[in-house]
């Protein structure tokens, strides 16, 4: 399959480009008729430079071709100097799709190819909804004609594991208390704008009666909600969770849809994450962890489940859709011998705070309560601290007022790491540093487990081999290494 621009994407492009550019051709138009040289200048400039926007854009869409090739992706540019880029197929993580309000009037959307590395990440960002979907066959079925023939066919018949309701939403923006983002909205508005240099604020506010003021709270706090609801349903509506045999589905999204897909196989790991409110509430988010770069949305990442899924429901999911990641009860906890590290450990930021104390006195009580923070927050990450290996999984709890539990496989991990601090010796425990196959990678630090434990779990890590298989015939020697990198461990001994 080749892959061209349509002609369509150069108009495109420049309402695009207006688009972006929006309130500095305005603040340019508002100032059209200056005779300052200074404006001129800045106005002939912003001119040139979104001039060159413009051809470089023209240039890309006219002279790029993608070759969706059987060994990989084959991307030409150029006229002139003409350039060739390769992504091996085998390098390919995950697919993840986006369309704006504006490619939604043209019936488009953006594709991004992910792999281990940004560098070699593809996105194209004008493909109809046709060819999206013969890229992410190329991508996630590996070009199957017959397999894909037949998951057209049970297309239909991919289980919905979960998808919002406007309760949901409801319920999402008043636990995530998106309306209190109109505060400093309208207090950036009001430092941006002064109006006490157009009107007496003093004078308007003598002349409002009590009645009249609380009606104008009241306008103003169902603003704020109805701007958090729309906020929020513009980002969880149609939030929906689904799977197949063999890759799991999110899409999210009212005027900016978005889809993310990734073979199960392709998982690195799974992280439960649950702070002080969450757990309150009785919810859990899940996360999983891809090699791929996983690209930001507007609020929260595409691979990051619908954060106020009841905890209950958010385990069912991964029961059912990565039963190898599933919790499991710890088995290993932090070391008993470091409850006196809670206390000896000197509180270097809150003793900062307090010196400041000798020349601004106030500072003197912001550092006894950071000092009284710092205590809990180790007390809680010591209490939090726990881990579990079992076979060829492993699952580590860490945190403070976050927790976070990564559950992953051995196979995924790159890096083991002990360190050791003038302290830690002293009360013989370590630092233990599992390093994930992510982008960019993803580090687990588990603070004072027992040094009796290292050779546990450093045999443990060394099995690690046992997990992977190597195609001998594999004619990139790039991919045997991403395959099974060399197990290592380091041991780190500071003073």
């Not at 986006?98 to 792999?115: C, D, H, P, Y």
């Not at 992510?438 to 099995?463: G, K, N, R």
Request: proline share 3%; aromatic share 12%; with cysteine.
């Amino acid at each position: 399959m080749t892959f061209r621009y349509s002609k369509l994407k150069i108009f495109y492009d420049l309402l695009d480009l207006i688009k972006s550019n929006l309130f500095i051709l305005f603040i340019l138009f508002l100032n059209s008729g200056s005779n300052s040289m200074f404006m001129n200048i800045v106005q002939w400039g912003a001119i040139a430079v979104f001039g060159f926007s413009f051809l470089f854009r023209i240039y890309e869409t006219l002279f790029t071709k993608v070759v969706f090739a059987e060994d990989g992706i084959h991307i030409h540019k150029g006229l002139f100097s003409k350039s060739e880029q390769f992504i091996p197929r085998e390098k390919f993580e995950n697919v993840q799709t986006k369309a704006n309000v504006l490619q939604r009037l043209f019936g488009v959307q953006s594709i991004t190819m992910e792999t281990g590395e940004a560098t070699s990440d593809v996105t194209l960002e004008f493909v109809n909804k046709v060819d999206c979907i013969k890229i992410e066959d190329y991508v996630l079925r590996n070009g199957n004609q017959e397999q894909h023939a037949e998951e057209a066919i049970n297309e239909s018949e991919r289980q919905i594991l979960f998808t919002t309701t406007i309760r949901d939403i409801l319920k999402a923006s008043l636990l995530s208390f998106s309306f209190l983002a109109i505060i400093p909205i309208g207090l950036n508005i009001w430092s941006d704008v002064h109006p006490e240099k157009y009107i007496n604020v003093d004078k308007v506010m003598s002349h409002l009666s009590g009645w009249l003021l609380i009606l104008l709270v009241l306008l103003a706090v169902l603003a704020a909600v109805g701007i958090g609801v729309f906020k929020t349903f513009n980002s969880y509506y149609q939030y929906t969770i689904s799977m197949d045999n063999e890759r799991i589905y999110v899409q999210k999204g009212w005027l900016s849809k978005q889809s993310f897909s990734i073979r199960k196989d392709k998982v690195q790991a799974v992280i439960y994450k649950q702070n002080g409110y969450q757990k309150l509430l009785g919810v859990t988010t899940i996360k999983l962890i891809s090699a791929g770069e996983i690209l930001p949305g507007e609020d929260q990442n595409i691979n990051e489940f619908f954060p106020y899924l009841p905890t209950e429901k958010a385990h069912e999911l991964i029961a059912i859709m990565l039963p190898e990641f599933q919790l499991r009860s710890m088995t290993h906890y932090a070391s008993p011998k470091a409850k006196k590290l809670i206390w000896l450990r000197p509180p270097i930021f809150a003793s900062l705070v307090a010196a400041i104390g000798f020349w601004k006195p106030i500072f003197f009580i912001f550092g006894a309560i950071v000092l009284v923070f710092t205590y809990i927050n180790r007390i809680r990450e010591y209490r939090n601290t726990a881990f579990k290996l079992e076979d060829a999984h492993v699952q580590l709890r860490s945190g403070a007022f976050t927790v976070e539990t990564l559950v992953t496989k051995r196979a995924k991990l790159l890096e083991l790491q002990f360190e050791r601090s003038l302290l830690q010796r002293i009360f013989d425990v370590m630092s233990v540093k599992l390093t994930n196959r992510a982008h960019p990678v993803h580090v687990t630090t588990l603070l004072d487990i027992d040094s009796s434990l290292q050779p546990l779990i450093t045999s443990w890590f060394e099995a690690r081999t046992k997990d992977v298989e190597i195609d001998p015939h594999s004619q990139y020697d790039s991919l045997k290494q991403d395959a099974c990198p060399i197990p290592s461990y380091v041991e780190v001994n500071s003073k």
